[in-house]
């Protein structure tokens, strides 16, 4: 018997250029707008507006996701996390002298 050997362990789950977290974005994308066209059918809207709607967030949400993933890659989404948390600077109220100064203090434990 020939077994095949798995040669994609360690990689990063990709369908069709979407990489990673995309794929979930993609994914809950796509059904949200299928729950919500069916919601607005159920509600009695017109089918051809449901369906314009639909495709139209749809087609919104695939152009979107696939853009993201062009621009920031397959860890873009993480990395832009990090940098809303990231402080953009640093405040240092202390004078200068009070960080050149040797503490005698941490001298006296360190001995």
């Known amino acids: 018997m020939k077994y095949h050997i798995n040669k994609g362990i360690g990689r990063t789950v990709e369908f ?6 995309y ?3 993609f994914a809950g994308g796509l059904l949200t707008v299928l729950i919500l066209v069916m919601i607005m ?21 695939i152009w979107k996701t696939f ?3 062009a621009k920031y890659g397959e860890h873009g ?3 832009l996390g ?5 402080p953009r600077y ?15 203090t941490t001298k006296k434990q360190i001995l």
Not at 43 to 61: D, E, K, P, V
Not at 82 to 86: E, I
């Open 41 to 61: 059918y159920m509600a009695g809207i017109h089918t051809y507006l449901c369906l314009s709607i639909g495709i139209g967030a749809a087609s919104i949400i």
């Open 77 to 79: 989404l993480m990395k």
């Open 16 to 21: 069709k250029g979407l990489k990673a977290q």
């Open 90 to 104: 640093i405040i240092c109220r202390k004078p200068v002298h009070r960080y050149l100064k040797r503490n005698l």
């Open 23 to 25: 794929l979930f974005v």
């Open 67 to 69: 853009a993201l993933n």
């Open 82 to 86: 990090a940098r809303r948390v990231h």
